[in-house]
T-cell receptor, first 114, second 112 residues
Framework: DADVTQTPRNRITKTGKRIMLECSQTKGHDRMYWYRQDPGLGLRLIYYSFDVKDINKGEISDGYSVSRQAQAKFSLSLESAIPNQTALYFC?????????????FGPGTRLTVL | GESVGLHLPTLSVQEGDNSIINCAYSNSASDYFIWYKQESGKGPQFIIDIRSNMDKRQGQRVTVLLNKTVKHLSLQIAATQPGDSAVYFCAENYNAGNMLTFGGGTRLMVKP
């Protein structure tokens, strides 16, 4: 979805390096999410934010941190990258209704940690 | 949704045939379900959703069926086309304040 952009799209780094992945959205949504996807597995939630002052840990937050700089921006950091963090990373946004909370995804960042 | 580990189940269909992709969800309290399509190298794309007060919903060439008795969701694609080749996965949610839970996905391969 062009309304949700991620940079970089691909990154190769070495063990121990600090990496930041960035996400921007023009949908005007308050909620933003970071997921990782490993081959053959579903999406696993790393962190999420319901507004600029709200940060919550997801299922697999260890080794990651996030920053919600503005409504439109949500960045994910790997403080000291390790090889098992090699994965596809997706950012998503949502604007929940009374029942529904459809998430819209960015194109992903492929991260390789050597 | 159910995790299927390292190997995605694969559905192979002939172009023009109908496809049915299934999903068993885990939470009987879930009241909202979404089907996503993920093409190679791209992010998941919303296809269709359904609330738990419905058992069927139709979109363009797609139909979602919900069977709450057995916690089963299916996506039917009519007249499958090569462009439908992708991984499809379901997601479930119970009330808008909670997170979506994603299934592991099914790979659809369309043979010309």
């Amino acid at each position: 979805d062009a309304d949700v952009t991620q940079t970089p799209r691909n990154r190769i780094t070495k063990t121990g390096k600090r990496i930041m992945l960035e996400c921007s959205q023009t949908k005007g949504h308050d909620r933003m999410y970071w997921y990782r996807q490993d081959p053959g597995l579903g999406l696993r939630l790393i962190y999420y934010s319901f507004d600029v002052k709200d940060i919550n840990k997801g299922e697999i937050s260890d080794g990651y941190s996030v920053s919600r700089q503005a409504q439109a921006k949500f960045s994910l950091s790997l403080e000291s990258a390790i090889p098992n963090q090699t994965a596809l990373y997706f950012c998503a946004t949502s604007d929940p209704g009374l029942v529904t909370d459809t998430q819209y995804f960015g194109p992903g960042t492929r991260l390789t940690v050597l | 949704g159910e995790s299927v580990g390292l190997h995605l189940p694969t559905l192979s269909v002939q172009e023009g045939d109908n496809s049915i992709i299934n999903c068993a969800y885990s939470n009987s309290a879930s009241d909202y379900f979404i089907w996503y399509k993920q093409e190679s190298g791209k992010g998941p794309q919303f296809i269709i959703d359904i609330r738990s007060n419905m058992d069927k919903r139709q979109g363009q060439r797609v139909t979602v069926l919900l069977n709450k008795t057995v916690k089963h969701l299916s996506l039917q694609i009519a007249a499958t086309q090569p462009g439908d080749s992708a991984v499809y996965f379901c997601a479930e949610n119970y009330n808008a304040g909670n997170m979506l839970t994603f299934g592991g996905g099914t790979r659809l391969m369309v043979k010309p």
